[in-house]
Nanobody, 124 residues
Framework: QVQLVESGGGLVQAGGSLRVSCAAS????????MGWFRQAPGKEREFVAG????????YYADSMKGRFTISRDNAKNTVYLQMNSLKPEDTAVYYC?????????????????WGQGTQVTVSS
């Protein structure tokens, strides 16, 4: 199946911006609906954003709308998450994932391939 590697995490102050990337290997990358999730210490993994195979359709968790933007470049086999107006509560490990279902989903169980995650820390 598709293999995913996240990068671009780091330390940023509140109100700042950061873009994380997810590089995919495999010939069928453009066929996958993709998503970003995040997980803070002691908490369950939660949905952040999703995107269809072409990038023409995107959807977000309510708390991310207007601040985060998901995009993909199939020619580069890469999915991005642009994060603006960051808050301390955005601190988490951010994961990209490939869906196993053909319909939009916010559920961890509907994503079968995961990257290793990249740490995003927002300081106050």
């Amino acid at each position: 199946q598709v293999q995913l590697v996240e990068s671009g995490g780091g330390l940023v102050q509140a109100g700042g911006s950061l873009r994380v990337s997810c590089a995919a290997s495999g010939r069928t990358f453009s066929s996958y609906r993709m998503g970003w999730f995040r997980q803070a210490p002691g908490k369950e993994r939660e949905f952040v954003a999703g995107i269809n195979w072409s990038g023409s359709s995107t959807y977000y968790a309510d708390s991310m709308k207007g601040r985060f933007t998901i995009s993909r470049d199939n020619a580069k086999n890469t999915v991005y998450l642009q994060m603006n107006s960051l808050k301390p509560e955005d601190t988490a490990v951010y994961y990209c994932a490939a869906a196993t279902v053909a319909i939009p989903s916010r559920r961890v169980a509907d994503f079968g391939a995961w990257g290793q995650g990249t740490q995003v820390t927002v300081s106050s």
